[in-house]
């Protein structure tokens, strides 16, 4: 089956300072979903990519998804204590609906 | 307020127990699921349903039970729970025709004694 691998598993970083994480996926995806989860709460849906190539931007987060939807990441820009919290990238294959997720990285704001 | 209703948030069970985590949503989504989180291994996916009547296998099925009796409902049973089954429980709700992604329940804290 799918397997969706995350690195880093730990980031931190300085407040204002910028950092990315990676997901990369051991069979090509028909989309990828990015996820934030808050100490002690549940995943919350940030974002789906679905064309080869595809960059969104929310705010001071872009999300990139590569040309051989393989591959994905999320870049955050002067980041704030507002952006703690573990971000997950999710992978669907081409024919169901399952989700597989990659084991997350957790971010902590040095402040 | 729309959403994942999940009960209960906690529970503490002895070897052998069983019991059913409930999980209802009211947005008439298609796909609902069950993943387990234990630290450092992500959302592991236990059983799934496409629909009332439909249910298949995840990723780490043993030890659970589920059914879709209907299209809001999808309780997973603890058959005799173990101490490996300690864990957080997320249940998720899904629609193909949208585009928001998976909504999530506020999560199941399950420590088995």
């Known amino acids: 089956g799918q397997q969706v691998m995350q690195i880093p598993q730990y980031q931190h970083v300085q407040e204002g300072e910028d950092f990315t994480t990676y997901c990369n996926s051991s069979?090509?995806?028909?989309?990828i979903q990015w996820y934030k989860q808050r100490p002690g709460g549940h995943p919350v849906f940030l974002i789906q990519l679905v064309k080869s190539g595809e960059v969104k931007k929310q705010k001071r987060l872009t999300f990139q998804f590569g040309e051989a939807k393989k591959n994905s990441s999320l870049h955050i820009t002067a980041t704030q204590t507002t952006d703690v919290g573990t971000y997950f990238c999710?992978?669907?294959?081409?024919?169901?609906?399952?989700?597989?997720f990659g084991a997350g990285t957790t971010v902590t704001v040095r402040a | 307020n729309a959403g994942v209703t999940q009960t209960p948030k906690f529970q503490v069970l002895k070897t052998g127990q069983s019991m059913t985590l409930q999980c209802a949503q009211d947005?008439?989504?298609?796909?609902m699921s069950w993943y387990r989180q234990d630290p450092g291994m992500g959302l592991r996916l236990i059983h799934y349903s496409v629909g009332a009547g439909i249910t298949d296998q995840g990723e780490v099925p043993n030890g659970y039970n589920v059914s879709r009796s209907t299209t809001e409902d999808f309780p997973l049973r603890l058959l005799s729970a173990a101490p490996s089954q300690t864990s957080v429980y997320f249940c998720a709700s899904y629609s193909p025709t949208g585009t928001y992604g998976y909504t999530f329940g506020s999560g199941t804290r399950l420590t088995v004694v």
């Open positions: 947005m008439n989504h298609e796909y």
């Open positions: 999710a992978g669907r294959g081409s024919n169901d609906y399952k989700l597989s």
């Open positions: 069979t090509t995806l028909s989309n």
